[in-house]
């Protein structure tokens, strides 16, 4: 009786697909994993806009030329870090992205032809694993801000008792702001990717009109910036480093930062109208809106240095001395509130569509017979208290910046991504063979193409060791050791990629340049199809071959066609 309610459970816990619209649901593939077809390409330039938006439009960003400015550097040399770092996210993002706006798969599929069927399971264990902890950090982060607004509202909760036990590295007013950010969340995690264009036009509308009115009050009220905008270059003297290592270090964080997001976007991409609608709205925003708000975010921060005799770079903070801990007057607290909740959504939005929804994605390429992208983000979004960020924020002040270095290992992944979609097989791609071992030139051998691990492995080897100082917080390690670091996301994405092109002129596979004659899954429009040399499924005459019966419906008959694969 047990095993049969368990087979029962099981049946109905499995995914079921429309046939009709070629939504297969085996053991590589289910709705949320096959090539996108037309009709689920709704994304325009404002969509990549408001995704990148709301990476731009955050608290990471806003703080970013204090990194720098505590290094030393000047405030211009600051900036040119951002302006340089900002356009390379925008480089690497495309090119990246190139495969997902060409044959519409994304990041989980992407890898099967380059790492084999079975040995994508190490990018992609890699990813679900940044995504289970970044998802709960950002819930975290997204807390102290609802915190905020709380306080703006009940300005008591401020001092609200601790009632949590010592051992557990956080207060009460803490807690509950997590809590809150997490619960108003989850709502928001059953909305496809599809339907995300009018989150994103209000949150990054909202948002940049909230910190703009932030930097016109501040200037306004300290009439002018403060000392912290002249700043000038100020190196220590101790220091082993000069102001252009200190510019490589800073670009390198920079992208390290944002690693994660350039490693699947083809996972977004995919969702493209078309290639200049995901250019458009990435250069528009993950460069020229970057770069924007790490200028307000120095301009308010030098204002009301001058306001408040003190720095105040965090927002949070800042929010909170703007309404005296919740004492201020009305008028400054519903400001404060309004601020506060533009910077919460905006972590909202990243934190689901960035974290949790590409973590449902990951998950249905492990699980495809039972996750999708629904499904999936709910699993990432509860792991959030499996991860118990608390403990991790806390307790651990290097925690942050391990995350932020872990493109150490994620560059070096990108590079043969890069190397053989556009090197060996010059953009071209057999759709069918990725969701099937049989007769699948991307089986290779047991399912893993060897060559692509020393590869990957060669590509972080040089660089984990400074990695690993740096975390140490050792200033005294082999210098070499530091140079490499400082260098990591360029050196692992060429290092990378030249060794995995040399192993493939070595050894080369059976077949590199090839393509589906015939649109297997109806994902290409007449133009695309015409482009790529490939075959609408409902043309006429079309010898079909190595596919099992395909019914094509035409003029209200259903015809038997083989599909040459």
Not at 69 to 74: H, P, W, Y
Not at 404 to 426: E, K, Q, W
């Amino acid at each position: 009786m047990a095993s049969e309610g368990l087979r029962k459970l099981k049946n109905k816990a499995k995914l079921h697909g429309d046939e009709a619209q070629h939504e297969q649901t085996d053991s590589w593939s289910n709705r949320d994993l096959i090539p996108l077809p037309p009709s689920r390409r709704t994304w325009g330039w404002f969509h990549y806009f408001g995704y990148w938006a709301i990476s731009s439009l955050n608290i990471s960003n806003w703080q970013s030329p204090n990194t720098f400015l505590t290094e030393g550097l000047s405030v211009g040399q600051s900036m040119m870090i951002i302006v340089i770092g900002r356009f390379l996210i925008f480089l690497f993002s495309s090119l990246i992205a190139w495969c997902g706006l060409t044959w519409h798969i994304g990041f989980t599929v992407q890898n099967r032809f380059t790492w084999g069927l079975r040995a994508s399971y190490i990018p992609l264990l890699q990813r679900i694993l940044l995504n289970f902890i970044w998802t709960a950090v950002q819930c975290w982060n997204g807390g102290r801000l609802v915190a905020v607004c709380v306080t703006a509202i009940w300005p008591s909760f401020a001092t609200i008792k601790n009632t949590l036990p010592s051992n557990m590295p956080t207060t009460t007013y803490q807690f509950i702001g997590f809590i809150m950010f997490w619960v108003l969340s989850t709502p928001f995690l059953l909305i496809r990717p599809e339907k995300f264009k009018r989150p994103f036009q209000f949150i990054s509308i909202y948002c940049g009109i909230g910190m703009m009115c932030m930097m016109i009050w501040a200037l306004a009220t300290a009439k002018g910036v403060g000392p912290l905008w002249t700043t000038g270059e100020q190196i220590p003297a101790t220091t082993r480093w000069n102001a252009s290592w200190l510019t490589m270090a800073g670009i390198n964080q920079l992208i390290g930062g944002i690693a994660a997001g350039i490693t699947n976007s083809s996972d977004f991409s995919r969702y493209a109208k078309g290639p200049k609608h995901y250019l458009a709205g990435t250069l528009l925003s993950a460069w020229v809106t970057g770069v924007m708000v790490s200028f307000i975010g120095l301009v308010t921060t030098s204002a009301c240095q001058k306001i408040y005799g003190e720095v105040y770079w965090n927002p949070p903070d800042l929010l909170m001395v703007m309404m005296d801990s919740g004492n201020g007057s009305s008028k400054a607290r519903a400001g404060v509130f309004f601020l506060a909740a533009g910077f919460a959504l905006t972590a909202m939005f990243e934190n689901i569509c960035g974290n949790a929804v590409a973590g449902g994605i990951d998950l249905a390429g492990l699980f495809p017979r039972y996750i999708n992208i629904r499904r999936g983000a709910m699993i990432t979004f509860v792991a959030a208290w499996v991860v118990q960020p608390w403990q991790l924020i806390n307790r651990a002040a290097t925690f942050v910046s391990v995350l932020n270095s872990f493109a150490v290992f994620l560059a070096p992944i990108m590079g043969v991504m890069a190397c053989d979609f556009y090197l060996l097989r010059h953009r071209k791609i057999k759709l069918s063979e990725l969701y099937r071992a049989e007769n699948s030139s991307y089986w290779f051998w047991n399912g893993v193409n060897w060559r692509v691990i020393p590869a990957w492995l060669c590509g972080w080897a040089p660089t984990v060791g400074g990695l690993i100082m740096t975390v140490r917080g050792d200033t005294n390690g082999p210098r070499g050791l530091y140079q490499l670091y400082y260098m990591a996301f360029l050196i692992g994405f060429f290092t990378s990629s030249t060794i995995f092109f040399v192993l493939n002129k070595l050894f080369p596979c059976s077949v590199y340049v090839a393509y589906d004659e015939v649109d297997v899954y109806g994902t290409f429009t007449a133009k695309e199809a015409a482009k790529l040399g490939v075959a609408k499924l409902d043309t006429p005459e079309m010898v079909l071959e190595g596919v099992d019966n395909a019914p094509v419906e035409k003029s209200g008959a259903t015809e038997t066609v083989t599909a040459k694969i």
